[in-house]
């Protein structure tokens, strides 16, 4: 299930020693059929099957990624087809550092239903969660009735990053998770720096639970 990269700024961090520096929950939320799962075989397999069906039963998938000489161990997870039933409620909420709202660029639906989801947010998630709009299928431009302009207009509107995506040819689909994996640990980091008390909601020191998931910890073993 895991998935790890070395790529820069590994030669600052005693590598033996330690599994990662930062653990962060993010959610892939959406409408049904926006393609958060085949998002997320992506970027955490480098993989694509196009007879992907509603997601049942799927929970996380983790990918380790270095960002300015720091690891983070990523813990993404699908929704696993609750979307349909309207059921993510606190609980899938709790603990997430980062929050990924999926459309699909063929679908008017999944981009008018991107409200209803930052509202659900709002409702469940804490306070100071980062937040980006993700455009999926731009690969499907004979198909597409969202505009680039569009999304990015919505993003500008709620005050979050946005980014198209293709999973089905990869493109965007590593660089959305760093741009929100970058944005969460520089929030980290100030907070770090302006006072010694974290907070607990976003930074758990020496705690390595996958199912309440935002810490720092050295000597760690990874997955």
């Known amino acids: 299930m895991s998935f790890s990269t070395d790529t820069t700024h590994t ?52 990918r380790t990624i270095d ?19 309207r059921t993510i409620t606190t609980a899938y909420y709790r603990g997430a550092a980062g929050i990924m709202l999926v459309y699909d660029v063929t679908s008017e639906r999944s981009f008018d239903n991107i409200k209803n989801w930052m509202r659900n947010i709002e409702e469940h998630a804490a306070e100071d969660v980062e937040k980006m709009i993700v455009a999926n299928k731009c690969d499907l431009e004979d198909k597409r009735v969202i505009s680039k302009e569009r999304g990015q207009t919505l993003a500008m509107e709620h005050g979050v990053d ?18 929100i994996a ?9 907070k770090t720096s302006e006072k010694p ?5 976003r930074i758990k020191i020496g705690v390595q639970n996958p199912n309440n998931v935002i810490g720092s910890c050295c000597g760690g073993s990874g997955n």
Request: proline fraction near 3%; charged fraction near 25%; charge should be neutral.
């Open 197 to 201: 008390a974290v907070n607990p909601n």
């Open 182 to 190: 970058k944005s969460i640990k520089i929030e980290m980091d100030k």
């Open 11 to 62: 030669t600052s961090l005693p590598q033996s020693s330690r599994a990662y520096d930062y653990l962060l929950k993010l959610l892939l939320i959406g409408d049904s059929g926006v393609g958060k799962t085949c998002l997320l075989f992506r970027f955490a397999e480098d993989s694509f099957n196009p007879a992907f069906i509603s997601t049942i039963g799927i929970d996380f998938k983790i």
């Open 162 to 179: 946005f980014q198209e995506t293709s999973a089905k040819g990869g493109e965007n689909v590593y660089e959305s998770f760093l741009k």
């Open 67 to 85: 960002v300015d000489g720091k690891r983070l161990k990523l813990q993404i997870w699908d929704t696993a087809g609750q979307e349909r039933f």
